[in-house]
């Protein structure tokens, strides 16, 4: 009952921030130089066509009203027309998200498969080469810009060996095979980064952890040192390493924009980079409010998720 | 910062009180990385005199040359020397990043001394649009201000500072918490310190040393975000060049001339691994003398 609750106002708690995330979106409007409704109604419009713009925008009425009509339309799906293509942007974005997320579930998976063995490993040979070279790894691939390590894993692996395919998309429903096969390249270059990241808390973590009392105990009654890694370690070092994936989410977002450039990906970040050169502003606005909407969903999941790795938070 | 008071406490297992530059030579890692950014910065200011070529001359007899004695790092596609366009690149890069961190200081700072200070709704106001702010991807609302903006190298900064302005507040806002109910704020408000002198003479002391952690950090993201929107084509523009600029623009030939792209990548990475070392270095400095003075 405890926990159904704690998950219910930790959900409500989402609202304010979605609504604050949406009034950020329509400020951004207004930063735009000069007037918005010359720019919505795009270059060499007439007179009549900016005031209809105005006029079809709200901006003749107070701000709040504007808000209001604004967010109305946003809460039944409505983000506007893109300039150029002229089709709804909230349809442009949703074709393009199955990439989007295609690429950054699979950098997670990169992420999770690299680091949770490699800090482990660290964390149980602590000052051991191994443990130095992950410190020292973790480092350079923190500093490392995701586009030079896609740049040079494309040199390599698929222009040298010829081992992978180096650009393009193909969905799922069309062939499974290839979908996968050129997700590998992008999800390393995009999941390094969050590999570095998460390795590091693994290791913190999971030192912490091995340092316990229980662990102690644990050892003492003769359980195998991998059963106490799993068991005891691992589950409880899972929250500060959650937490740190739940915040990765904003960089794996952010670094889309840069990888699917590189691999020629019609993703949702070359979506809005193509929307800069074009001034396609509703496009612009459109991305930036859905992004945001996901990470605060993905936050809200993490969150929940604590309530299965502790306890104590569900009786809290 | 770099003195320490000698406090009458009980100190007698603690280490010698040494100063903050003292405490930070001691960490081997913070200071190679300082000097290798000291060489960067020095090479970006004499540019002119240790470049081998002019920067912008390009050569139709040498169009994307390996590297060699005359071109250390290879020519790019207009055939123009790497080694001297890549030095004269950090200028640029390592400009617009200060500007991008001080766009970002000055926006963060006074909101997190208010948020911090005056607490109370002042304070939810701040940290809820703080955190709204914080839930949108750095990078594509740093592309998104650009292209509400226009792409050129000011706005792309200015969008970064903007970007980032949100971490700045809430170190400001955390050390302000914690300082404001120490007793020594009390007594100066008690005896009729002004709000001002205050946050000016006791709180801003404190926040300090967070703050050029921070601030130094943020050097380094601002250096990759720079890249990134150069690379993408929306922060510097040509003629002028940047590293995340010219690693765009050696990419497309990436595979009949490597060095360019591998040179650019890795300057680029070792400039923000040195930011992240050296803000780790002040971190563990600046905590010792903490604990030292308590």
Redesign the interface.
């Known amino acids: 009952m405890n926990a159904l609750r704690y998950l219910a106002r930790r959900a409500v708690s989402t609202i304010p921030m979605l609504v604050l995330v949406g009034l950020i979106t329509f400020l951004l409007i207004h930063i735009t130089p000069g007037d918005p409704a010359a720019v919505v109604a795009g270059e060499n419009a007439s007179l009549e066509a900016i005031e209809e713009a105005r006029r079809r925008l709200g901006l003749d009425q107070p701000f709040v009203v504007q808000f209001w009509h604004w967010l109305v339309r946003v809460l039944h799906g409505d983000l506007g027309t893109s300039f150029t293509s002229g089709k709804p942007v909230t349809e442009l974005i949703f074709d393009r998200m199955p990439i989007t997320l295609s690429l950054t579930t699979g950098a997670t998976l990169i992420g999770l498969l690299i680091a949770v063995p490699l800090g482990v490993f660290a964390a149980t040979k602590r000052g051991s080469w191994l443990d130095r070279i992950t410190i020292l790894g973790t480092s350079m691939g923190i500093a490392a810009p995701e586009f030079f390590i896609g740049l040079l894993l494309v040199l390599v692996i698929a222009l040298q060996w010829g081992l992978l395919p180096a650009t393009g998309y193909i969905p799922f429903s069309e062939d499974p095979v290839e979908w996968a096969l050129r997700l590998i390249l992008p999800s390393i270059t995009l999941g390094l980064g969050v590999a570095a990241e998460l390795a590091r808390q693994v290791r913190g973590a999971m030192i912490d952890v091995l340092s316990r009392d229980y662990i102690q105990t644990a050892r003492a009654k003769g359980l195998s040192t991998a059963s106490i890694i799993v068991k005891h370690g691992l589950k409880n070092a899972a929250i500060p390493v959650v937490t740190v994936l739940g915040l990765q989410i904003r960089r794996l977002l952010g670094g889309t924009v840069i990888v699917e450039q590189i691999f020629a990906m019609n993703g949702v970040g070359s979506l809005a980079v193509r929307a800069v050169f074009l001034r396609d502003l509703p496009v612009l606005l459109g991305v930036a409010l859905t992004t945001a909407i996901v990470v605060l969903l993905v936050n809200l999941i993490v969150d929940m998720s604590y309530s299965y790795f502790d306890p104590k938070v569900r009786s809290a | 910062m770099s003195t320490t008071t000698v406090n009458a406490a009980p100190a007698v297992s603690l280490p010698p009180t040494s100063t903050f530059i003292q405490r930070f030579c001691r960490n081997p890692t913070a200071v190679i990385s300082a000097l290798i950014l000291l060489a960067i910065v020095l090479i970006a200011i004499f540019a002119p005199y240790l470049a081998p070529h002019d920067p912008a001359k390009s050569s139709l007899r040498a169009i994307l040359k390996p590297p060699s004695a005359m071109y250390w790092l290879g020519s790019d596609d207009l055939g123009r020397d790497v080694a001297s366009r890549l030095m004269y690149a950090s200028r640029l890069s390592l400009v617009a990043s200060v500007q991008a961190v001080v766009i970002a200081l000055a926006l963060g700072m006074p909101l997190g001394l208010i948020a911090g200070y005056v607490g109370g709704w002042v304070d939810t106001v701040i940290s ?2 703080n ?11 740093a ?9 050129s190298l000011t706005n792309a900064m200015t969008a970064i500072g903007l970007v980032y302005a949100p971490r700045i507040m809430r170190v400001v806002r955390g050390s302000t918490l914690s300082v404001r109910e120490e007793v020594y704020v009390r007594a100066a408000r008690a005896t009729g310190c002004s709000d001002l002198r205050i946050i000016t003479r006791h709180v801003l002391p404190n926040v300090t040393g967070p703050l050029v952690v921070q601030a130094t950090v943020l050097m ?1 993201q601002a250096l ?1 975000a720079e ?2 929107l150069s ?4 922060g510097t523009q040509p003629p002028q060049a940047s590293w ?1 600029a010219m ?1 765009g623009t050696a ?1 497309p030939y ?2 009949q001339s ?1 060095v360019p ?2 040179a650019a ?2 300057i ?3 400039t ?2 040195c930011f ?2 050296i803000g780790d270095g002040i971190r563990d400095s600046v905590g010792r003398m903490r604990r030292a003075g308590d």
Do not use: K
Not at chain 2, 131 to 141: G, R, T, V
Not at chain 2, 231 to 234: C, M, R, S, Y
């Open positions: 809820r649009c955190d709204a702010l914080m839930s949108f991807p750095a990078l594509i609302l592309v998104v201000i650009v292209g509400l903006l226009g792409p380094g990759l890249a990134g690379f993408l084509g929306l995340g690693l990419f990436m595979a490597p792209t591998i990548g890795l680029i990475s070792i923000v691994l992240n070392l």
